[in-house]
T-cell receptor, first 113, second 112 residues
Framework: DTAVSQTPKYLVTQMGNDKSIKCEQN?????MYWYKQDSKKFLKIMFS???????INETVPNRFSPKSPDKAHLNLHINSLELGDSAVYFC????????????FGPGTRLLVL | DQQVKQNSPSLSVQEGRISILNCDYT??????FLWYKKYPAEGPTFLIS?????DKNEDGRFTVFLNKSAKHLSLHIVPSQPGDSAVYFC???????????FGKGTLLTVNP
């Protein structure tokens, strides 16, 4: 039983294209997140949604648009992809209550050529 | 501005010995501290956490110590096993937007 799943696992695309990454969780959590792990290995939060409502937007370019159709799904759409967008994107759910435990998906490895 | 720092990019330990992973932070408003473990090509998995009002939390072979005055925490793994070989991320919860802030990670290698 996969708790947090992401598709696709790998994504190779050309600069300027638009792409989407999907995330689903079956843990019943109200809050979901997108994180980016860049080439320097820093894992940084991008967005957080609570019950379909955006609660954190960490100065991410507006080419990135999260969409939450329901509280079990949080998709990430990226317009006009740039070389610097190449990274691993992790979806997570859980928190931010006491303990803040978040459960992460396996990651989507995006390579922009 | 790195609020959570893991200054050792890697650590190598013999099986059966103690592994000590360190983490420093700068924001005294953090409420909780967590350790995550990450294997290659997988997402981070939660390992253990500690509230800022405690100084120690133990779970099996894993113990986290918090020294608030030094703004320092450490993860002890005893005894270390080869399956513990992974990247360990220290994370802190709190601050603006009450979010998780991660360190850069420490690659632990446990040699048989």
């Amino acid at each position: 039983d996969t708790a947090v799943s992401q598709t696709p696992k790998y994504l190779v695309t050309q600069m300027g294209n638009d792409k989407s990454i999907k995330c689903e969780q079956n843990l019943g959590h109200d809050t979901m997140y997108w994180y980016k792990q860049d080439s320097k290995k820093f894992l940084k939060i991008m967005f957080s949604y609570n019950n379909k409502e955006l609660i954190i937007n960490e100065t991410v370019p507006n080419r990135f648009s999260p969409k939450s159709p329901d509280k079990a799904h949080l998709n990430l759409h990226i317009n006009s992809l740039e070389l610097g967008d190449s990274a691993v994107y992790f979806c997570a759910s859980g928190g931010p209550g006491p303990g803040g435990t978040q459960y992460f998906g396996p990651g989507t490895r995006l390579l922009v050529l | 501005d790195q609020q959570v720092k893991q200054n050792s990019p890697s650590l190598s330990v013999q099986e059966g010995r103690i592994s000590i992973l360190n983490c420093d932070y700068t924001n005294s408003m953090f409420d909780y501290f967590l350790w995550y473990k990450k294997y290659p090509a997988e997402g981070p998995t939660f390992l253990i956490s500690i509230s800022s009002i405690k100084d120690k939390n133990e779970d099996g072979r894993f113990t986290v110590f918090l020294n608030k005055s030094a703004k320092h925490l450490s993860l002890h793994i005893v005894p270390s096993q080869p399956g513990d070989s992974a990247v360990y991320f220290c994370a802190a919860l709190g601050g603006s937007n009450y979010k998780l802030t991660f360190g850069k990670g420490t690659l632990l290698t446990v040699n048989p």
